[in-house]
C-alpha cells in the first residue's frame, strides 16, 4: 500500500514551490486540497474514536457508536478491540472517509480530566498495546489512523494554553510511550496537540522532530489539532505537515509566501509534501495509476468519484448483514468491557427465579451511551439498560421501572417523542434559517433540538428552533437556548429571554458542539401544547450550535426515593442505574468532584436498603465516588457502552457472558485520596511535580489504598495464583516471559486477566514503588489448571538517562511480581538482568 520514493519526487517535481505550500492546509473544516495536476484528490477525515461521524454533525448521518476508549481498554483484549478498529474502519470506507482521528493516547493523569472517557487509562504500557491494537484493525482496511493528542494534553481546563512543565524521564518514559508504541506499529498520522509543552507550543515542538521523526522513524504525517496553528513560520519550520482546518488558516497563502520570501526552506515544505502524497497514496487518493495505493478507488470507499459529497446527501446505510454483524460485535464488546468490581454472591442474575425485576434510576431509560464534544456520533439506535433487561427478560419476568429522584445536571435537549414540527405536526422541531428582515430562506424538520451545524445558506442571519410541546407533567418547567451571540427563547408567542451572550472561550469544542446555555421558567399543563420558538443570530467567531432544551418540573426526592424502595422491596431483585450527566464528562471542562450527586446517591442507599439483591450499575466514562458500595449486593461499571450497552450489560447481568472487564485506571474511594488532583494551571503552568507516579505508581508511592486497583475486576469464577516461573537471567535490553501458573477453583468456566509488574530495590535512580510491565489472558474450565505465559517488553526494564539523553537498563536484581491487580500481586520472584547496560 503506497508507491515509491522515485514516483513521489517525479510528482513533487510537476508542481511550482507555491503549488507545493498550498497543499499543506484543509481545504475545507474536514478535507484536505486537491491538486489535479498530479491527480491528487482530497483527503477527508472524520473524528473518533467510538465512532466514524463523518462530514456533518446531522442526526440523519448515523453512525455505529463503540463503547467510549476507556470500555475498550478494560476489556484488556487486544484481538477484539482490533476487531472494533476493522469495524471502524468499514463505517469510515463506508462515509467515504479516508482518514480517522483516533486513537486518543493521552493518560489519566488525574480522575478530574474531563476527556477520560475518550482515553484509554493511566498506564502508558497498556495505553501503547490496546492503542496499537486500535490502529491495526483500522489501517488493515485501508483506512488511516490519528494517534492524538502529541503530548502530555492529559486535562482540559485552559486546553488551548495550557504550559505543561514535566520532567523529561517523566514525558519520555511515561507520556511519550504510547506515541511510540503506536509508531512501531505503523499509524500513518500523529496529530500536534494544543499545549505547549516547557514552553514552546506542541505545533512548534522540536518534539514532532525528535523522537518522533528523527528517533522513532515516523514517516507518515503531523497533523495539527483543529485551529492549533496560530503563526506561520515556527511551525512550518518545525515537524508539522498539515494545519487544520482550512482554507483560512495561518498557513495556506501565508506559507506560500514565506516560501517565496525564504523565512521558511523549500525544503521543510517538499518534506512535509512528500509525507501527505505518501499518505494519499496508501488511501488511494493519488491517482488511480501507478501511484494509487492499497485503499482503493473512490467509487469503491463509498465517496463518490473523487467530488466533494453533496452537503444534503448522507451516506448509504450500511447493509443488513453489515449492521448486523456490527452489532454483535460492539454488544460482546459491552459484555468484555464490563467490570464487576464487586459481587456478594447476587450475580449473575438467574431468570429463572425471577418473576418480577425492579429497574430503578433515570440511567436505566436514557442509559448515557457516549460521552460529550467533538467525538460524538449520531447512533442508528441506542439499546439503554432497561430496554436490554426487558428483551432478556421477555415471556419469563416482569420488568417495573421507576426513574427515581432527577439527576444534577442541565436539562437534556429536545427529543422527537417529546414535541412535535408545527408546521407538520410530525415529531420532531422545525429548523428554519432567517435573513435579516426574518424572511424564511430555508426550512426543514429536524428529529431533536440538538443542532450543531444548521445549513448555511446565502443570506443566512438567524437560526429558528421551533416545537409544539406536549408536556406529560405539569408544573414548572425549565426552557433554555444554547449557542453565543444574540438569543431569544418564547412561548407562546411571550417573551421567556432574550440577550447577547458572547462566548468566553475559542475553545472549539465549546464554541461549536458544546455551548452553555440560558434558562428560563414557565409553567405548562398537561392536555395543553405549547409552542416553544428559539432564535439566535449568527455572527463570526460565535459558531452556529444552536441546542434548544426543556425539562419537566423535578419530581419530589422523598416521595421519589420512596417509590423506588417499595418497587424494590415487592421485586425479586433490584437493578439500580446511576451516572453521570452531559457536563460532567465532556471535552472542553475538567471535572470539579467525582460525586455522582446526593440525589443520586441516597437513590441507591435507599434501594440497597429495602431489598438485599440489589445490583448497582454505574454509568460514567471515567471514575465517579462510590460512598454505598458496600451497602449493595454487587456493582458493576457499564462505562459509556455504546449503542449496544443494554444488551450487552443484559448478557452479563443474567450470566449469558462473563464481564470480562479489568480496571485500566485506579478508581479513588474518594477525591482526596487520589494522588493527582491538579488539571488547573497556575499563571498559565500546568507541573507535573508527580514525575513518574502517576495511576497505580502514586497510590503506591503514597501508601494510600484506593476503592479499586489498577487491573481489578471480578468474573464469575474464582482463581488461584499458584507459581512464578522466572528465567534465570535475561541480558539487558532483550524481551523475556515469565510464566504464571493459575487454576480456575470456581464452579463455571472462565477468563482471567493475569497481569506481571516489576520493582527495582535499591535503584541507582529514581523508581515507582512497583510498575505494570505486561498481561496475558487465560481461559480454563472449572477446576483446570492453565499457564500464562506474559511477555515482558525491554522498554518496561529501561529507564531515560536525561545526563546521556539515551536509554539505560540496570543490572543487577529486580523483582517480578504476579497477581489480579496492581494491589494484589502475591508471587513474587527474584530476575537478574546482566549485560552492557545499554536499553
Request: aromatic share 4%; proline share 8%; with cysteine.
Given at each position: 500500500m503506497g508507491t515509491s520514493d522515485e514516483e513521489i519526487d517525479r510528482l513533487l517535481g510537476k508542481l511550482a514551490p507555491r503549488a507545493r505550500a498550498l497543499l499543506l492546509d484543509g481545504a475545507t473544516t474536514w478535507r484536505t486540497r486537491a491538486e489535479p495536476a498530479i491527480d491528487l484528490r482530497e483527503l477527508v477525515m472524520s473524528d473518533g474514536p467510538a465512532g466514524v461521524r463523518g462530514e456533518a454533525w446531522d442526526e440523519r448521518d448515523t453512525s455505529v457508536l463503540l463503547p467510549s476508549a476507556s470500555a475498550l481498554a478494560a476489556t484488556w483484549d487486544e484481538p477484539l478491540v482490533e476487531s472494533l478498529g476493522g469495524l471502524l474502519a468499514a463505517e469510515a470506507r463506508r462515509k467515504g472517509v479516508d482518514v480517522l482521528l483516533a486513537p486518543t493516547l493521552n493518560l489519566h493523569r488525574s480522575p478530574l480530566g474531563g476527556r477520560h472517557f475518550e482515553c484509554f487509562s493511566e498506564d502508558p504500557e497498556l495505553t501503547g498495546r490496546i492503542g496499537a491494537a486500535l490502529v491495526r484493525g483500522v489501517q488493515a482496511h485501508?483506512?488511516?489512523?490519528?494517534?492524538?493528542?502529541?503530548?502530555?494534553?492529559?486535562?482540559?481546563?485552559?486546553?488551548?494554553?495550557?504550559?505543561?512543565?514535566?520532567?523529561?524521564?517523566?514525558?519520555?518514559?511515561?507520556?511519550?510511550?504510547?506515541?511510540?508504541?503506536?509508531?512501531?506499529?505503523?499509524?500513518?498520522?500523529?496529530?500536534?496537540?494544543?499545549?505547549?509543552?516547557?514552553?514552546?507550543?506542541?505545533?512548534?515542538?522540536?518534539?514532532?522532530?525528535?523522537?518522533?521523526?528523527?528517533?522513532?522513524?515516523?514517516?507518515?504525517?503531523?497533523?495539527?489539532?483543529?485551529?492549533?496553528?496560530?503563526?506561520?513560520?515556527?511551525?512550518?519550520?518545525?515537524?508539522?505537515?498539515?494545519?487544520?482546518?482550512?482554507?483560512?488558516?495561518?498557513?495556506?497563502?501565508?506559507?506560500?509566501?514565506?516560501?517565496?520570501?525564504?523565512?521558511?526552506?523549500?525544503?521543510?515544505?517538499?518534506?512535509?509534501?512528500?509525507?501527505?502524497?505518501?499518505?494519499?497514496?496508501?488511501?488511494?487518493?493519488?491517482?488511480?495509476?501507478?501511484?494509487?495505493?492499497?485503499?482503493?478507488?473512490?467509487?469503491?470507499?463509498?465517496?463518490?468519484?473523487?467530488?466533494?459529497?453533496?452537503?444534503?446527501?448522507?451516506?448509504?446505510?450500511?447493509?443488513?448483514?453489515?449492521?448486523?454483524?456490527?452489532?454483535?460485535?460492539?454488544?460482546?464488546?459491552?459484555?468484555?468491557?464490563?467490570?464487576?468490581?464487586?459481587?456478594?454472591?447476587?450475580?449473575?442474575?438467574?431468570?429463572?427465579?425471577?418473576?418480577?425485576?425492579?429497574?430503578?434510576?433515570?440511567?436505566?431509560?436514557?442509559?448515557?451511551?457516549?460521552?460529550?464534544?467533538?467525538?460524538?456520533?449520531?447512533?442508528?439506535?441506542?439499546?439503554?439498560?432497561?430496554?436490554?433487561?426487558?428483551?432478556?427478560?421477555?415471556?419469563?419476568?416482569?420488568?417495573?421501572?421507576?426513574?427515581?429522584?432527577?439527576?444534577?445536571?442541565?436539562?437534556?435537549?429536545?427529543?422527537?417523542?417529546?414535541?412535535?414540527?408545527?408546521?407538520?405536526?410530525?415529531?420532531?422541531?422545525?429548523?428554519?434559517?432567517?435573513?435579516?428582515?426574518?424572511?424564511?430562506?430555508?426550512?426543514?424538520?429536524?428529529?431533536?433540538?440538538?443542532?450543531?451545524?444548521?445549513?448555511?445558506?446565502?443570506?443566512?442571519?438567524?437560526?429558528?428552533?421551533?416545537?409544539?410541546?406536549?408536556?406529560?407533567?405539569?408544573?414548572?418547567?425549565?426552557?433554555?437556548?444554547?449557542?453565543?451571540?444574540?438569543?431569544?427563547?418564547?412561548?407562546?408567542?411571550?417573551?421567556?429571554?432574550?440577550?447577547?451572550?458572547?462566548?468566553?472561550?475559542?475553545?472549539?469544542?465549546?464554541?461549536?458542539?458544546?455551548?452553555?446555555?440560558?434558562?428560563?421558567?414557565?409553567?405548562?399543563?398537561?392536555?395543553?401544547?405549547?409552542?416553544?420558538?428559539?432564535?439566535?443570530?449568527?455572527?463570526?467567531?460565535?459558531?452556529?450550535?444552536?441546542?434548544?432544551?426543556?425539562?419537566?418540573?423535578?419530581?419530589?426526592?422523598?416521595?421519589?426515593?420512596?417509590?423506588?424502595?417499595?418497587?424494590?422491596?415487592?421485586?425479586?431483585?433490584?437493578?439500580?442505574?446511576?451516572?453521570?450527566?452531559?457536563?460532567?464528562?465532556?471535552?472542553?471542562?475538567?471535572?470539579?468532584?467525582?460525586?455522582?450527586?446526593?440525589?443520586?446517591?441516597?437513590?441507591?442507599?435507599?434501594?440497597?436498603?429495602?431489598?438485599p439483591r440489589t445490583v448497582a450499575v454505574v454509568n460514567s466514562g471515567g471514575p465517579v465516588e462510590l460512598p454505598w458500595r458496600d451497602a449493595v449486593g454487587a456493582v458493576l461499571l457499564a462505562w459509556f457502552p455504546g449503542q449496544e450497552g443494554g444488551g450487552g450489560l443484559a448478557d452479563v447481568l443474567f450470566g449469558h457472558a462473563e464481564p470480562g472487564g479489568r480496571l485500566p485506571t485506579t478508581w479513588p474511594a474518594v477525591l482526596a485520596d487520589a494522588p493527582v488532583t491538579r488539571t488547573r494551571p497556575a499563571d498559565g503552568r500546568l507541573h507535573y511535580d508527580e514525575g513518574l507516579h502517576i495511576g497505580h505508581r502514586g497510590w503506591l508511592r503514597h501508601g494510600r489504598a484506593p476503592a479499586y486497583w489498577f487491573g481489578h475486576g471480578l468474573g464469575y469464577t474464582a482463581w488461584a495464583y499458584e507459581e512464578l516461573t522466572v528465567p534465570p537471567e535475561a541480558p539487558a535490553g532483550d524481551d523475556l516471559t515469565v510464566r504464571v501458573r493459575v487454576r480456575n477453583t470456581g464452579a463455571r468456566a472462565g477468563r482471567e486477566v493475569v497481569q506481571v509488574y516489576l520493582a527495582r530495590p535499591g535503584s541507582a535512580v529514581e523508581r515507582p514503588v512497583r510498575w505494570f510491565a505486561g498481561y496475558a489472558a487465560v481461559r480454563a474450565r472449572p477446576g483446570e489448571t492453565v499457564t500464562a505465559a506474559v511477555r515482558v517488553p525491554a522498554r518496561a526494564l529501561r529507564h531515560w538517562c536525561v545526563q546521556e539523553r539515551a536509554w539505560r537498563t540496570e543490572e543487577g536484581r529486580w523483582r517480578v511480581l504476579a497477581g489480579p491487580s496492581a494491589g494484589e500481586v502475591p508471587l513474587v520472584e527474584n530476575l537478574e538482568v546482566r549485560g552492557p547496560g545499554a536499553g
Open positions: 485501508g483506512v488511516a489512523a490519528t494517534a492524538k493528542h502529541y503530548v502530555a494534553n492529559d486535562s482540559e481546563t485552559d486546553r488551548l494554553t495550557v504550559d505543561v512543565r514535566v520532567g523529561e524521564r517523566a514525558l519520555r518514559e511515561v507520556y511519550l510511550a504510547p506515541f511510540e508504541a503506536v509508531v512501531a506499529a505503523g499509524v500513518r498520522l500523529v496529530m500536534a496537540g494544543y499545549n505547549a509543552v516547557d514552553g514552546t507550543t506542541m505545533t512548534a515542538s522540536d518534539l514532532l522532530t525528535d523522537p518522533l521523526k528523527g528517533e522513532w522513524g515516523f514517516d507518515g504525517v503531523v497533523v495539527s489539532d483543529w485551529g492549533a496553528v496560530r503563526t506561520t513560520v515556527d511551525t512550518a519550520c518545525g515537524g508539522l505537515d498539515l494545519a487544520m482546518p482550512g482554507p483560512d488558516s495561518p498557513w495556506g497563502e501565508a506559507l506560500a509566501r514565506a516560501v517565496a520570501d525564504g523565512v521558511v526552506p523549500e525544503a521543510a515544505v517538499d518534506d512535509k509534501v512528500r509525507r501527505l502524497l505518501r499518505l494519499a497514496a496508501w488511501v488511494g487518493a493519488l491517482g488511480e495509476g501507478e501511484a494509487s495505493g492499497g485503499g482503493g478507488p473512490r467509487e469503491a470507499r463509498g465517496g463518490g468519484g473523487g467530488g466533494a459529497r453533496a452537503r444534503d446527501t448522507h451516506p448509504p446505510a450500511p447493509s443488513p448483514a453489515f449492521a448486523s454483524e456490527g452489532r454483535a460485535l460492539a454488544r460482546r464488546a459491552v459484555a468484555a468491557g464490563s467490570v464487576l468490581l464487586a459481587n456478594r454472591g447476587v450475580l449473575p442474575l438467574d431468570p429463572g427465579e425471577l418473576r418480577t425485576v425492579a429497574v430503578i434510576g433515570a440511567h436505566a431509560a436514557r442509559t448515557r451511551t457516549q460521552g460529550g464534544g467533538s467525538a460524538g456520533v449520531f447512533p442508528r439506535e441506542e439499546v439503554s439498560v432497561l430496554d436490554g433487561i426487558r428483551d432478556a427478560l421477555r415471556g419469563q419476568a416482569r420488568v417495573v421501572h421507576v426513574p427515581g429522584p432527577r439527576p444534577d445536571g442541565p436539562a437534556p435537549p429536545l427529543d422527537h417523542d417529546a414535541c412535535t414540527d408545527p408546521r407538520s405536526g410530525l415529531p420532531g422541531v422545525l429548523l428554519r434559517m432567517l435573513d435579516a428582515d426574518c424572511r424564511e430562506l430555508y426550512a426543514e424538520r429536524r428529529r431533536g433540538g440538538r443542532l450543531l451545524e444548521p445549513r448555511l445558506v446565502p443570506g443566512a442571519h438567524t437560526v429558528e428552533v421551533s416545537a409544539r410541546l406536549r408536556p406529560r407533567t405539569a408544573g414548572r418547567w425549565t426552557l433554555g437556548v444554547a449557542g453565543f451571540g444574540r438569543m431569544s427563547l418564547a412561548l407562546d408567542g411571550r417573551p421567556l429571554l432574550a440577550g447577547d451572550f458572547p462566548p468566553p472561550t475559542d475553545d472549539p469544542a465549546v464554541v461549536h458542539v458544546n455551548p452553555p446555555a440560558q434558562y428560563a421558567e414557565a409553567d405548562l399543563a398537561v392536555g395543553q401544547d405549547a409552542l416553544l420558538v428559539a432564535r439566535r443570530e449568527l455572527a463570526p467567531g460565535t459558531g452556529r450550535a444552536t441546542v434548544v432544551s426543556a425539562a419537566p418540573p423535578a419530581p419530589d426526592v422523598a416521595a421519589s426515593l420512596a417509590e423506588a424502595a417499595r418497587a424494590a422491596a415487592a421485586a425479586d431483585a433490584a437493578i439500580v442505574v446511576v451516572g453521570t450527566t452531559e457536563h460532567g464528562e465532556c471535552e472542553g471542562y475538567d471535572r470539579t468532584a467525582l460525586t455522582l450527586g446526593s440525589a443520586q446517591d441516597a437513590l441507591v442507599r435507599a434501594v440497597a436498603a429495602a431489598h
